[in-house]
């Protein structure tokens, strides 16, 4: 592991301990306190948060196989969107902040995460 990977790493391994906490919270705890509405929100951000999560981390692998121009952009662009898109989302269900703006800033970057992925691809010279 490079070392200037490290903290995303981290960001990885508490991603995904947040995504799964949160998901067990909105099968069991969470339809006792809202509606179905709000819980259909969480689960829809812990879904998008689990496959970000899960492409990070196969991102990091691949640098540590070849490292590529580009490919800290990809994850900042999907750190920034899982916060933005998933936070917003959770922070709308479980604390009754409307933070709707939010939630489509996150998917732009999200979606930008990955045509920036497609450029780290088609611009490799290998």
Not at 8 to 26: E, I, N, P, R, T
Not at 87 to 106: D, E, F, Q, R
Request: charged share 10%.
């Amino acid at each position: 592991m490079q070392q200037a990977d490290k903290g995303w790493w981290c960001w990885v391994a508490l991603s995904g301990a947040a995504m799964v906490a949160l998901g067990a919270y909105a099968a069991h705890g969470l339809p006792a306190r809202a509606s179905s509405d709000m819980v259909a929100a969480v689960e829809t951000g812990v879904r998008y948060q689990a496959w970000h999560t899960l492409a990070m981390l196969a991102l990091l692998v691949w640098r540590t196989q070849r490292a590529r121009a580009g490919q800290r952009l990809v994850l900042a662009l999907w750190l920034i969107g899982t916060l933005a898109f998933s936070g917003s989302l959770y922070a709308m269900a479980l604390l009754g902040l409307n933070l709707g703006i939010v939630t489509p800033i996150g998917g732009v970057a999200l979606i930008g995460g990955w045509l920036s992925l497609l450029l780290v691809v088609v611009l490799a010279r290998d």
